[in-house]
Nanobody
Framework: QVQLVESGGGLVQPGGSLRLSCATA????????MGWSRQAPGQQRDMVAR???????NYADSVKGRFIISRDYAKNTVYLQMNSLKPEDTAVYYC??????????WGQGTQVTVTS
């Protein structure tokens, strides 16, 4: 059983920053990819950022240049550094991991609200 636990969400003003964390008790070496998606009220869940086993990353166009995904193997944690936040970044952010057998795991989500 893989459990992903997100933290770091909160309320921030436009232009501010937050860092989300996704921690797991499982070694993240077992995952071929990990990432973050978000879902705003009434909207579908969309991919925000992903990081693959070889270190390759990709981002949604809406966050390129503002968000950075990274990982710490020693802490079994993936991070999402979010800078220059905009009101349209408001959403529940979910951590996601795909293992080598293509099983898909999701966290419970953390709320990010960007408002003045």
């Amino acid at each position: 059983q893989v459990q992903l636990v997100e933290s770091g969400g909160g309320l921030v003003q436009p232009g501010g920053s937050l860092r989300l964390s996704c921690a797991t008790a499982t070694s993240i070496f077992r995952f071929s990819a990990m990432g973050w998606s978000r879902q705003a009220p009434g909207q579908q869940r969309d991919m925000v950022a992903r990081i693959f086993g070889g270190g390759y990353t990709n981002y949604a166009d809406s966050v390129k240049g503002r968000f950075i995904i990274s990982r710490d193997y020693a802490k079994n944690t993936v991070y999402l550094q979010m800078n220059s936040l905009k009101p349209e970044d408001t959403a529940v952010y979910y951590c996601n991991a795909i293992d080598l057998s293509s099983s898909d795991f999701w966290g419970q989500g953390t709320q990010v609200t960007v408002t003045s």
